[in-house]
């Protein structure tokens, strides 16, 4: 018998030399692959938009007493010294359902940049199955031992990993990342609105229960009228008609009194779903009258650079952008072929022992795809999101032209209502002592009663339009502050994009 030996390899080096050319060899080829894959990076690299020209100062804030410096106005309400108020405000941050859903907003913004970067990373799916099956008796005659039903079992594992040649999935994570970064702009930009709107309808409400005040004064000053005038009138002094017409008087000013009224209710509803609670749950708070809170001595603005650079809806504008900028990007690497690394590796095996040697199988090895005709469809796609791109740069320089234009008004407004509050203050001096003047003459005998009628009338219109004034100045100033973007720095506690 003759002996079978393992013929000798009479180079033993020359299988490692083999082995060695081949992997250098693969190193020479997948070396610039991957450098490319870092390299590459198809579409504009964007840059933040020159900002548009903006002035030295506000052309209102020329000749006025504002104070021109650099005041983030982050905590404006505190001004107000208004322990209620704050205490709204507080409550708003964390129980406003507008402020809810927008962080509801950033957390789905979060999560979609979480999906977006596993697309770094291999995807590997596990599979496996057992399955009863029976050939046909017309197909072939099986081999003994082999039968016609047979039990198949499975195990594998799969994995995928994209090659980010072009620089797709990087773009793509660019563009997450802005469209966070909107995303928390957008939430600040809630909060500037929902703490202005607050403030709005608080000194509002105060106003309003002024007016209520005023109003349930001069009904019982016209009752006094009509009280002398009924007196003369039994005393034969005075006609019956001066009589009607100090009834009509006091009737129209009485009437007035439930839609102030019911003005009150309707903001202490509006105020308690802003907190987050039930139309009626502040009622105990708000419900009891108190006095507009000071209007400051000294207005402190921001000048309009600053003004620029702190306003959450210009920096969610320039961020939104920034994101379709990189959209451009994702959009052209579909011109070019997409590498993919496979592999598999599993057992198959119709016997009873699945995982064994000789049940395994096993692969791995590049594949690509090129979408090498599609009627012009991605060309017309890319500049598709280039057009996109410039109508966020023509949004981003709107928005910031809409803020310093947002900014001047809010300035219009507050300082004209300060004079017009100023003009109706003197107003009602003159109406109070012109209807107790009047008044008095009227009990001499000395003055018709109309003169009497006219005075009161103007007094409470006069009153009115001052409490008014009085709450649209401190709206006005709200509003001013609102403008700048003040208010979302206090209670900043979102997380930095990354």
Same mark, same amino acid.
């Given at each position: 018998?003759?002996?079978?030996?393992?013929?000798?390899?009479?180079?033993?080096?020359?299988?490692r030399?083999?082995?060695?050319?081949?992997?250098?060899?693969?190193?020479?080829?997948?070396c610039p %692959?991957?450098?490319? &894959?870092?390299?590459?990076?198809?579409?504009?690299?964007?840059?933040? #938009?020159?900002?548009?020209?903006?002035p030295?100062?506000w052309?209102?804030a020329?000749?006025?007493?504002?104070?021109?410096?650099?005041?983030?106005?982050?905590?404006?309400?505190?001004?107000?010294?208004?322990?209620?108020?704050?205490?709204?405000?507080?409550?708003?941050?964390?129980?406003?359902?507008?402020v809810?859903?927008a962080?509801?907003?950033?957390?789905e913004?979060?999560?979609?940049?979480?999906?977006?970067?596993?697309?770094?990373?291999?995807?590997?799916?596990?599979?496996g199955?057992?399955?009863?099956?029976?050939?046909?008796?017309g197909?072939?005659? #099986?081999?003994?031992?082999?039968? =016609?039903?047979?039990?198949?079992?499975?195990?594998s594992?799969?994995? +995928?990993w994209?090659?980010?040649?072009?620089?797709?999935?990087?773009r793509?994570?660019?563009?997450? =990342?802005?469209?966070?970064?909107?995303?928390?702009e957008?939430?600040r930009?809630?909060?500037?609105?929902?703490?202005?709107?607050?403030?709005?309808?608080? %000194?509002t409400?105060?106003?309003?229960?002024?007016?209520?005040?005023?109003?349930? !004064?001069?009904?019982?000053?016209?009752?006094e009228?009509l !009280?002398?005038?009924?007196?003369?009138?039994?005393?034969?002094?005075?006609?019956?008609?001066?009589?009607?017409?100090?009834?009509?008087?006091?009737?129209?000013?009485?009437?007035?009194?439930?839609?102030?009224?019911?003005?009150?209710? *309707?903001?202490?509803?509006?105020?308690?779903?802003?907190?987050?609670?039930?139309?009626?749950?502040?009622?105990?708070?708000?419900?009891?009258?108190?006095?507009?809170?000071?209007?400051?001595?000294?207005?402190?603005? +921001?000048?309009?650079?600053?003004?620029?650079?702190?306003?959450p809806?210009?920096? $969610?504008?320039?961020?939104?952008?920034?994101?379709?900028?990189?959209?451009i990007?994702?959009?052209?690497?579909e011109?070019?072929?997409?590498? /993919?690394?496979?592999g598999?590796? &599993?057992?198959?095996?119709?016997?009873?022992?699945?995982?064994?040697?000789?049940?395994?199988?096993w692969g791995?090895g590049? %594949?690509f795809?090129?979408?090498?005709f599609?009627?012009?469809?991605? $060309?017309?796609?890319?500049r598709?999101?280039?057009?996109?791109t410039?109508?966020?740069?023509?949004?981003?320089?709107?928005?910031?032209?809409?803020?310093?234009?947002?900014?001047?008004?809010?300035?219009v407004?507050?300082?004209?209502?300060?004079?017009? =509050?100023?003009?109706l203050?003197?107003?009602v001096?003159?109406?109070?002592?012109?209807?107790?003047?009047i008044?008095?003459?009227?009990?001499?005998?000395?003055?018709?009663?109309?003169?009497?009628?006219?005075?009161?009338?103007?007094? /409470?219109? *006069?009153?009115?339009?001052?409490a008014?004034?009085? &709450?649209?100045v401190?709206?006005n100033l709200?509003?001013?502050y =609102?403008?700048?973007?003040? &208010?979302w720095?206090?209670f900043?506690?979102?997380?930095?994009?990354?």
């Amino acid at each position: 018998m003759v002996s079978q030996e393992r013929p000798v390899d009479p180079d033993p080096a020359k299988g490692r030399c083999f082995r060695v050319v081949k992997s250098k060899f693969l190193a020479s080829v997948l070396c610039p %692959v991957l450098l490319a &894959g870092c390299l590459f990076r198809v579409g504009p690299d964007y840059r933040p #938009p020159d900002l548009p020209p903006a002035p030295d100062r506000w052309s209102m804030a020329i000749g006025a007493e504002l104070s021109n410096a650099n005041a983030p106005m982050s905590a404006w309400w505190l001004v107000f010294e208004d322990s209620v108020l704050t205490s709204l405000i507080k409550r708003a941050h964390t129980d406003n359902l507008t402020v809810a859903s927008a962080i509801a907003r950033l957390a789905e913004a979060r999560s979609q940049l979480s999906i977006t970067r596993a697309d770094r990373y291999p995807n590997v799916t596990g599979n496996g199955g057992v399955e009863r099956q029976r050939d046909s008796d017309g197909i072939s005659v #099986p081999p003994p031992p082999q039968s =016609r039903t047979d039990t198949l079992r499975q195990l594998s594992i799969e994995s +995928s990993w994209e090659w980010d040649l072009w620089g797709r999935v990087r773009r793509s994570i660019e563009a997450e =990342r802005a469209s966070l970064a909107a995303q928390q702009e957008d939430l600040r930009d809630v909060l500037v609105l929902v703490y202005a709107e607050i403030g709005t309808r608080y %000194v509002t409400l105060r106003a309003t229960q002024e007016r209520l005040r005023l109003a349930r !004064a001069n009904v019982q000053l016209q009752q006094e009228t009509l !009280a002398l005038v009924a007196a003369r009138n039994k005393a034969q002094l005075a006609p019956d008609s001066e009589v009607r017409q100090a009834e009509l008087n006091v009737a129209i000013t009485e009437a007035a009194v439930p839609t102030i009224e019911t003005s009150i209710a *309707q903001a202490i509803h509006q105020l308690s779903v802003l907190v987050g609670q039930q139309p009626q749950q502040l009622r105990s708070l708000l419900a009891t009258t108190q006095p507009l809170p000071e209007n400051p001595s000294t207005i402190e603005v +921001s000048l309009p650079a600053d003004t620029i650079r702190q306003r959450p809806d210009i920096r $969610r504008a320039e961020r939104t952008l920034a994101a379709q900028t990189a959209l451009i990007g994702v959009a052209t690497a579909e011109l070019y072929p997409n590498f /993919f690394i496979n592999g598999d590796f &599993g057992f198959a095996t119709a016997a009873n022992e699945l995982v064994s040697s000789g049940n395994r199988s096993w692969g791995i090895g590049p %594949v690509f795809s090129w979408n090498l005709f599609n009627a012009g469809r991605v $060309r017309a796609s890319i500049r598709a999101q280039e057009a996109r791109t410039e109508q966020a740069l023509i949004s981003y320089e709107e928005t910031v032209l809409t803020a310093l234009q947002d900014v001047e008004d809010s300035l219009v407004a507050y300082l004209n209502e300060q004079r017009r =509050r100023a003009a109706l203050a003197r107003s009602v001096v003159a109406a109070q002592q012109a209807a107790e003047l009047i008044r008095e003459l009227y009990r001499r005998g000395l003055t018709d009663f109309q003169n009497v009628l006219d005075a009161q009338r103007s007094l /409470f219109s *006069q009153q009115d339009d001052l409490a008014a004034s009085d &709450g649209a100045v401190l709206s006005n100033l709200i509003n001013l502050y =609102r403008s700048f973007g003040g &208010g979302w720095q206090v209670f900043e506690n979102t997380p930095e994009t990354n």
